[in-house]
């Protein structure tokens, strides 16, 4: 049962590329087809979606290609995540009056549900096999 609560640096890498897979599906397919139901604009949701899909190709990259200094390398999708989280944040404010409540509930369920995991006790479990810096690196990629 050790063996498999285990996390590599491959697998958080796994695990980050497809989460932002699945929000660049649902930013450029689903809410853009729905535009008027969230209420953020099509341009809008094609960016966030392209740069989601270009942190899931770093992600699924580092994580097929097993890097030589993993902690670089997270540190660089954590940034990236953390600049991904605020940009979202900027725009979902710039764009309040347009937003539904719909679209603001989708904007928030998907920050909550990224992070429900992390903070039980079984996630901080489940941290422990790692460094104490790649857990904090973890913890800020999950965040996003």
């Not at 998907?110 to 790692?130: C, D, E, H, K, Y």
């Given at each position: ?143 996003v």
């Amino acid at each position: 049962m050790q063996q498999f609560s285990k996390i590599t640096t491959q697998k958080i890498f796994l695990i980050d590329g497809i989460g932002a897979l699945v929000s660049a599906c649902m930013l450029g397919f689903v809410l853009t087809t729905f535009e008027s139901f969230f209420g953020m604009p099509k341009n809008i949701l094609y960016a966030l979606s392209a740069i989601a899909l270009l942190l899931s190709v770093y992600s699924f990259t580092n994580a097929a290609n097993k890097p030589a200094n993993p902690a670089f390398r997270l540190r660089i999708i954590a940034i990236a995540n953390l600049f991904y989280c605020f940009l979202t944040f900027v725009l979902v404010f710039l764009f309040y009056e347009e937003i539904t409540v719909y679209g603001l509930l989708y904007f928030l369920s998907v920050g909550v549900s990224t992070n429900r995991n992390i903070f039980t006790a079984n996630g901080w479990r489940r941290l422990q096999p790692l460094r104490k810096e790649a857990a904090y690196i973890y913890v800020l990629a999950s965040i996003v």
